[in-house]
């Protein structure tokens, strides 16, 4: 079992009277582990990160590092003491250094004349070793996050905190770089932090996931389960497209709804909100049957796969099949559940 390196509970900030940014946000990172902090904008990710890193002292609250008390009222470690590494969104390199002296600044507690030989050893393995001359604006933006990374390295802090350190980076570029800067924490035993509000990002980067809202964590889990397992409709329509519907449930593991009976992740009794992933559902080809009936209303080809949007017995529903599966706008089709439904919410009977 993995030991715990930052441990997090209660933790609140406000900036104004209008109420806390980040309320009651409790988490634990384990060695080893990449974890992310995912939601839509505004929603207090950036604080909580700077609540860790000492950038912001907090109302309410604690913050262990390995087991240290760094954060709480009345107590505030300083940045520098708390021997955490920071990766920003704009690389925040120094522009007049080039990148080995990027990499050699940040070694303050190495005896000088040491420190450009050890930041020439974290550029080889961040793969910079042959641009360590350098300037950053000789330097592509894939390139200058990975100087920006061996920088929060080279000190061998425990804990590297990440804000959206991949979004200034095009599509292909941000793919590759994240996939190396995630082989180069593993093989660092580093743990990671990263702030992101992109799903996909969050989904292949790390090894569990925070979803926040509001100010609030709404579930933490690994990646499957926060996407196949969402526990509130907020992380099921965050974390992706996926269809709602409402049912009554009886006790039992299965639900009578428009699309015929459908399984359910639980027992359940009540009026329940359930929510289905496109890709756990199908389409066949049927004949015209009046109100039976459903009806390609789009389709989106995708590649590797192809969204088809449905119009069955009055709702809406989106669909993913693979790309084999052809369909034409205005076919006559039923939708079939492939796997059970999960259940968001229950209300008891009246
Ligand atoms: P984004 O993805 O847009 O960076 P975020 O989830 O990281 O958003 P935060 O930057 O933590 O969100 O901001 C949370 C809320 O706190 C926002 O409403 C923001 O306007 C407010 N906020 C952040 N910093 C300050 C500050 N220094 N003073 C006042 N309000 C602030």
Redesign the pocket.
């Known amino acids: 079992m993995k030991k715990s390196l930052l441990h997090i509970s209660g933790l609140t900030k406000s900036?104004?009277q209008s109420g806390p940014?980040?309320n009651q946000v409790g988490f634990e990172v384990k060695e080893d582990e990449i974890f992310a902090l995912l939601?839509?904008?505004?929603?207090?990710?950036?604080?909580?990160?700077?609540l860790i890193a000492g950038f912001e002292h907090c109302e309410d609250g604690e913050i262990h590092i390995e087991g240290e008390l760094v954060e709480s009222p009345g107590v505030h470690l300083s940045p520098q003491k708390r021997k955490v590494g920071f990766v920003f969104q704009d690389y925040a390199l120094f522009p007049h250094m080039n990148a080995l002296e990027n990499v050699a600044f940040g070694l303050k507690e190495v005896e000088r004349k040491k420190r450009p030989v050890l930041a020439e050893e974290v550029l080889c393995r961040t793969g910079m070793e042959k641009y360590k001359h350098r300037m950053p604006d000789e330097l592509s933006g894939g390139q200058q996050q990975r100087v920006a990374l061996a920088r929060a390295i080279a000190p061998k802090p425990k804990l590297v905190l990440m804000?959206?350190p991949f979004s200034g980076l095009d599509a292909m570029l941000r793919d590759s770089t994240r996939k190396e800067v995630r082989a180069i924490l593993k093989k660092s035993g580093m743990s990671a932090i990263l702030?992101t509000?992109d799903q996909e990002e969050a989904l292949s980067f790390a090894d569990r996931i925070a979803v926040?809202n509001n100010?609030q964590i709404e579930q933490i889990g690994t990646p499957e389960e926060v996407y196949y397992h969402p526990n509130t409709q907020f992380v099921a329509q965050f974390l992706g497209r996926t269809n709602l519907f409402r049912a009554h449930a009886d006790g039992s593991d299965n639900v009578e709804t428009r699309l015929g009976p459908v399984k359910i992740n639980r027992e359940a009794e009540g009026f329940i909100l359930c929510s289905i992933r496109p890709e756990h559902l199908t389409i066949e080809r049927c004949k015209p049957n009046g109100k039976e009936t459903g009806i390609i209303t789009g389709r989106e080809f995708r590649g590797h796969d192809i969204t088809y949007h449905v119009l069955f017995k009055g709702d809406k529903y989106i669909v993913h099949t693979d790309n084999r599966l052809i369909f034409d706008v205005d076919e006559p089709v039923v939708v079939k559940p492939l796997e059970p439904a999960v259940v968001l919410e229950q209300k008891a009977n009246a």
């Open positions: 900036f104004d940014v980040v939601g839509p904008s505004g929603c207090g990710k950036t604080t909580t990160l700077r804000d959206e702030v509000h926040m100010g």
